[in-house]
């Protein structure tokens, strides 16, 4: 009586059309389809080997073969006692021969393969009587994936059947999945590790790691270099000697009690002491213990680089973005160029909007500080208590909501290239005395500090307000304007660069056009008059903002009067071939009061459709005697 999965594979045979009185298995790979194939599955077959040795190693002279299949059913490795081996070759039990059940009928290799589950064959539960004198033993063997990728056998005469047999086959079956999982850990952790040197390698900062007892158990190459060391050197000792860092603060950070970040402290090397912005982090295990620390190490020079790229400290116009051809506009931009050559402070004059920012920029990239930071601020538009430590930084608990390490000012962030001081003019006299004493000493020192530290910096001024006035006045010192006064250059108000307006009118009908996917390629003639006579008070920025609107209006290729502002159309009514016209100033000063009507007293709209800051609206204001409740 056969047992219903022997059955059921005599029927699979059966419907297969298997010879059962087959004396051989009829299909044998050649050698080189059979190297093939050993090659395919290496992997796991180097597993496999030592487990059929040790398998032969317990039944070695007691008739039995152990032997190993693919995926497919053909055997790839056949050991055992040299008769046996040789009786058992008699029927194709070798390398290369398929032993699957639709070429060997029912066999334990083939049977398992298809019930993917280990059995024992018996004799007679053979399907062909080439194998009728044989009892077989095989499990499945499976990758850690779970895929069958093969089978181990144990084969032996019938007579010496035991039923532990199959308990070692599934045994060893289990010991060659375990071993590939466990390779399989070894090479992902493995791999794991690569990845992370490549990590920590490609991390521009320095990164050292330590164990629970602050031991150093790794850091990268840009540790090594910033402390002065070698791996193998720090590796294994104390965090503290290769910082060389003491104090509370130190041990509580390699502790593991707290963490910071970016926080400028001093660390010992073999090169002296450095200064270095340090973030650490405490490794936590599952009870919530220090298991170790993570520090990020940073050269102050190198965040201050990263903090001005990305704050955007870099000049980007140069002199090509001067666009005028006015004697008296090109005779500054030779005094500009000249003054790029040195290093002397420099003062820009000229009302807002001319371009005494973009000038700097340009001064900047043509000087030797080109590849340096460009830092400008704005002195009339920082609070006055809050100038002191945009310029010159401060340190922790300087004052209420200071952040923890403190933070450089504009100074120590332009060092190695340019500040430009805009708006000089507004500085807060209390202010210029330590403006003019870091000029002197060329070193800042922060507020609440008392270190005082060297900055390389170039200056450049500007101001829309006659600074020597202001000093008669008592609201500019004298020695510091003297100080700032090295190189002094003159940017003309548009109004008297008539012979430009036509220039820079269709400079930004280009730029700007191309910007904004709008192309006008044409100006009707009525528009000339009316912007050569507009007296323009926010000069070259105030046209270039009235490009922009009209590109916003002009719907064909033609630029129009209706695509004006309204207080540059009104100037028609004074074109009227009259001789009557209002001298300039009066004209701006209507122009003022129309804006201030038009837009209810908002001072902050009046000032952005003139291109003016507030500031310069409220010195022109006060100079027309102009008044404004709302605001």
């Known amino acids: 009586m056969l047992r219903p999965i022997v059955r059921e594979s005599w029927e699979r045979c059966r419907r297969a059309g298997v010879n059962p009185y087959q004396k051989v298995v009829p299909t044998v790979l050649d050698p080189e389809a059979l190297a093939a194939r050993r090659e395919k599955n290496r992997e796991w077959l180097e597993i496999a080997r030592p487990v059929m040795e040790t398998l032969y190693r317990f039944v070695a002279g007691s008739g039995f073969v152990v032997a190993v299949a693919d995926c497919e059913g053909y055997l790839l490795e056949v050991i055992g006692d040299p008769e ?146 070698k791996k193998e050197r720090a590796v294994g000792v104390d965090v503290r000697k290769v910082l060389g860092g003491e104090g509370a603060d130190w041990e509580a950070i390699v502790s593991g009690q707290k963490f910071i970040t970016d926080r400028e402290l001093d660390v010992t090397t073999p090169f002296g002491t450095v200064k270095l912005t340090v973030t650490s982090r ?43 051809e006015d004697p008296k506009f090109r005779e500054s931009l030779r005094l500009a160029r000249a003054a790029a050559s040195s290093d002397s402070t420099v003062l820009l004059l000229g009302e807002s909007g001319t371009g005494k920012d973009i000038l700097a920029q340009a001064i900047h990239n043509a000087s030797q500080r080109a590849k340096g930071p460009f830092v400008a601020i704005n002195c009339g538009a920082i609070p006055r208590d809050l100038i002191g430590s945009e310029l010159f930084g401060y340190t922790e608990g300087a004052f209420t909501g200071a952040r923890k390490g403190g933070s450089p000012g504009k100074f120590e962030l332009a060092d190695g290239g340019t500040i430009f001081l805009d708006e000089i003019g507004d500085m807060p006299l209390e202010l210029q005395t330590t403006l003019l004493r870091v000029l002197e000493q060329k070193a800042i020192t922060r507020i609440g500090g008392s270190t005082v530290l060297p900055v390389n910096v170039r200056v450049i001024a500007a101001t829309n307000r006659d600074l020597a006035a202001e000093v008669e006045r008592g609201n500019f010192r004298r020695d510091l304007y003297y100080r700032l006064n090295v190189v002094t250059i003159r940017l003309i108000p548009l109004r008297e660069r008539q012979g430009d307006i036509e220039l820079l009118l269709w400079h930004f009908l280009e730029r700007l056009g191309k910007r904004m996917g709008k192309h006008v390629l044409s100006v009707d003639e009525r528009v000339w008059p009316l912007v050569k006579a507009y007296p323009w008070p926010g000069n070259v920025r105030e046209l270039q903002n ?4 009209a590109l916003h209006l002009a719907g064909g290729p033609t630029l129009r009067p209706e695509h004006l502002p309204e207080e540059i159309r009104r100037v028609q009514n004074n074109l009227q071939a009259r001789k009557d016209l209002l ?42 005697g102009l008044r404004c409740d709302r605001d």
């Open 84 to 229: 046996v081996v040789q009786a058992i070759a008699k029927g194709n039990f070798i390398p290369g021969a398929d032993w699957s059940e639709l070429s060997a009928g029912t066999n334990s290799v083939g049977t398992a393969l298809i019930m993917n589950q280990p059995l024992q064959i018996f004799s007679y539960e053979h399907y062909c009587i080439c194998s009728h004198r044989w009892t077989c033993s095989a499990a499945p063997i499976h990758d850690p994936d779970g895929n069958l990728i093969g089978v181990l056998d144990m084969t032996g005469s019938f007579e010496k059947v035991h039923p532990h047999t199959l308990g070692m086959v599934v045994a060893g079956a289990d010991a060659i999945e375990r071993q590939m999982a466990m390779k399989r850990a070894w090479r992902e952790r493995d791999l794991a590790n690569r990845v992370r040197e490549a990590l920590m390698e490609s991390i521009s900062e320095g990164i050292l790691a330590t164990d629970c007892c602050q031991r150093v158990i790794h850091m990268n190459q840009e540790a090594v270099r910033l402390l002065g060391t």
């Open 282 to 324: 405490p490794i936590r295990g599952n009870d919530g213990q220090c298991e170790g620390i993570v520090m990020v190490l940073n050269e102050i020079t190198r965040a201050r680089k990263l903090t001005q790229r990305m704050s955007g400290a870099v000049a980007r116009l140069t002199f090509d973005d001067m666009v005028g």
């Open 546 to 549: 009235v490009v922009e609107r």
């Open 583 to 624: 001298p300039v100033p009066d004209y701006e000063k209507q122009v003022i009061l129309k804006l201030l009507e038009e837009n209810k007293g908002n001072l902050s709209r009046v000032a952005n459709q003139l291109g003016i800051a507030r500031t310069t609206l409220y010195r022109r204001m006060a100079k027309y």
